[in-house]
T-cell receptor, first 113, second 113 residues
Framework: AQTVTQSQPEMSVQEAETVTLSCTYDTSESDYYLFWYKQPPSRQMILVIRQEAYKQQNATENRFSVNFQKAAKSFSLKISDSQLGDAAMYFCAYRRANNDMRFGAGTRLTVKP | DADVTQTPRNRITKTGKRIMLECSQTKGHDRMYWYRQDPGLGLRLIYYSFDVKDINKGEISDGYSVSRQAQAKFSLSLESAIPNQTALYFC????????????FGPGTRLLVL
């Protein structure tokens, strides 16, 4: 079974600074998708960024970018110029095509003003 | 995501009671999912459905059942609620395209006394 590990239960960052959240996963597949979701106190799950495993280029969405290392099965999220509104739980997720999604346990990010 | 709605948003029930959580979507997606979220465990898949006639068990289906009444509606039932089913429940949808992104409802917080 595929597993997703987020080794940092909590992280904190100073406003305007950069923070990196770690994620590793276990799979024997070559074709899959990786995601980062954000869950603010409102508890809504919000897609932050997505990466297709067949793409070598790291995905970027404004201040959010990933470092995808396929051989190492690592998928970290970098948040640049952190803002107070970035404070939330962040979940890494893995999914094979036509299959269910597996989530990590989450990392709680605190942003200090 | 306002296109995916869940009712009720909060529910308190007693052990042994039957309850139903409902999910509706206006995104026109064929695929729908039910997850539960527990602290420290992330989200875990309960059931999923790729179309009206297709129902599949997820990682933790014991004690739950589902009904896909229409493309837009997917209900989760707890036939006889127990306290360890206290959790946050999410419905999600996807269109099954290559991007494989899931869109989540606002969640239902369930407390079983």
């Amino acid at each position: 079974a595929q597993t997703v590990t987020q080794s940092q239960p909590e992280m904190s960052v100073q406003e305007a600074e950069t923070v990196t959240l770690s994620c590793t996963y276990d799979t024997s597949e070559s074709d899959y998708y990786l995601f980062w979701y954000k869950q603010p106190p409102s508890r809504q799950m919000i897609l932050v960024i997505r990466q297709e495993a067949y793409k070598q280029q790291n995905a970027t969405e404004n201040r959010f970018s990933v470092n995808f290392q396929k051989a190492a099965k690592s998928f970290s999220l970098k948040i640049s110029d952190s803002q107070l509104g970035d404070a939330a739980m962040y979940f890494c997720a893995y999914r094979r095509a036509n299959n269910d999604m597996r989530f990590g346990a989450g990392t709680r990010l605190t942003v200090k003003p | 995501d306002a296109d995916v709605t869940q009712t009720p948003r909060n529910r308190i029930t007693k052990t042994g009671k039957r309850i139903m959580l409902e999910c509706s979507q206006t995104k026109g997606h064929d695929r729908m999912y039910w997850y539960r979220q527990d602290p420290g465990l992330g989200l875990r898949l309960i059931y999923y459905s790729f179309d009206v006639k297709d129902i599949n068990k997820g990682e933790i289906s014991d004690g739950y059942s589902v009904s896909r009444q229409a493309q837009a509606k997917f209900s989760l039932s707890l036939e006889s609620a127990i306290p360890n089913q206290t959790a946050l429940y999410f419905c999600a949808t996807s269109d099954g395209r290559i991007q494989e992104t899931q869109y989540f409802g606002p969640g239902t917080r369930l407390l079983v006394l």
